[in-house]
């Protein structure tokens, strides 16, 4: 595909997709990861004279706006860390997006709001692409993890305007290539957090690439669920029992081994320092919520990555950002971190939470590379081809 050295942008009005799905607690950005990620690639178009809007989504408000899921919030912390002012527009189509972009001398900014707001987004809908490509005349994808959405801004754009990649999609793909083309063996996974739906289906052919697939967090939960055991009141997708079932199945066939928590932390209450306790994982109250994987499956973790020679890992094991909940995965983060350190295992950590967890464990300096991508990174290891990735490189301008 072409880069940004193709592009010649003094004076155009460049859409930008970029990743601000960033992790946010009342209202404030906690990890910036995701924004320093991008900079290269604002600074380069800004310092070439481009009138730059940027498209981003925030979380899933399925094509309604949603208050809480603006993007207003993060124009702060990306002017700041950009060093110049950053404009903001309250839709990303129609008349205020098109009076914002007009707006806009070279090398300045607007963010357009959460594209997510509209229902042609995730549909990738033709007049919503017509209406976002209206807006420019050149279209640059930096969002490589959010390549595996094949949706308006980060698909159906490039098929509109003259596409190119951005710096951070030509960064990450070539790191993660650097990384895991040819992993050596055995090779472990973690999966974990709470995107349970979307990430569950991903892991029917993540078993058939890893030698063992640990899994942990609200993910866990759903598998426990599915074999009988009694998850009280944590959060858990009964709905896809069978799935899980059928991911068991598929990985004993495949020789993957499959770990899941033996123990576990819960507490009757999601709040900072609630009163919590560590119980095996058959001994889960109706009112307990598993919040973190306990000692002893810390342990079992730790032993398998001594014998693992790569690990790929998306996901946190319990509700990190709200302490003590952070413990499991904080002290798995820095085993990792320190048999990479030593030359012992090659680790690779990507997503959006797994990468301010392991800020949290002050553990990413120590890894051989951090994704800002999760899903998208996930099917990145299975072998499968990103959309938006492709359409960059069959763009038709
Ligand atoms: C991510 O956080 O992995 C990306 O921003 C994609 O978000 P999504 O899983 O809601 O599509």
């Known amino acids: ?142 969002a490589f993890s959010c390549a595996h959405r094949a949706h308006a801004s980060s698909e159906g754009l490039a098929h509109r305007l003259p596409a190119y990649a951005g710096r951070n999609m030509e960064a990450e793909l070539k790191a993660l290539g650097n990384a895991l083309e040819r992993p050596e063996r055995p090779l472990t996974a973690i999966v974990g957090g709470a995107k349970v739906s979307t990430k569950l289906a991903l892991l029917g052919n993540l078993v058939t690439r890893v030698d063992n697939l640990i899994i942990g967090g609200g993910m866990a939960n759903t598998f426990l669920h599915a074999q009988g055991i009694k998850v009280g009141a944590s959060l858990c997708e009964p709905d896809l029992a069978d799935t899980a079932r059928e991911i068991l199945a598929k990985a004993d066939k495949a020789g993957c081994r499959i770990v899941l928590p033996t123990d576990a932390i819960v507490a009757r209450e999601f709040a900072a320092n609630a009163a919590h306790r560590a119980v095996s994982i058959d001994a889960v109250a109706d009112d307990d919520m598993i919040l973190d994987v306990g000692p002893e499956s810390v342990m079992a973790v730790n032993t398998l990555l001594e014998v693992s020679k790569t690990l790929v890992w998306n996901g946190p094991l319990g509700a990190f950002e709200t302490p003590p909940f952070e413990a499991g995965t904080v002290a798995v983060a820095d085993h990792a971190a320190n048999l990479c350190a030593d030359g012992r295992l090659l680790a690779v950590g990507g997503g959006g939470d797994t990468v301010a967890a392991l800020a949290m464990a002050n553990a990413a300096d120590r890894f051989t590379y951090v994704s800002t991508a999760g899903g998208a990174f996930l099917e990145w290891i299975e072998g499968r081809e990103l959309p938006g990735v492709k359409a960059l490189s069959t763009t038709v301008c």
Do not use: W
């Open 1 to 142: 595909f072409r880069t940004l050295d193709d592009a010649a942008v003094k004076g155009r009005r460049v859409l930008v997709r970029v990743d601000l799905n960033v992790p946010m607690k009342d209202g404030r950005v906690t990890d910036a990861t995701r924004i320093d990620r991008i900079l290269p690639t604002l600074r380069e178009l800004a310092a070439s004279g481009a009138r730059i809007g940027i498209l981003a989504h925030f979380g899933r408000p399925k094509g309604e706006p949603v208050p809480e899921m603006s993007l207003r919030p993060v124009v702060g912390p990306l002017a700041e860390r950009l060093g110049v002012p950053v404009a903001f527009a309250d839709d990303c189509i129609g008349d205020e997006a098109e009076a914002a972009m007009a707006a806009l001398g070279d090398g300045q900014a607007v963010l357009l709001e959460n594209t997510r707001f509209h229902k042609g987004e995730e549909r990738n809908d033709p007049d919503f692409v017509a209406r976002l490509a209206k807006l420019g005349e050149i279209y640059v994808n930096d």
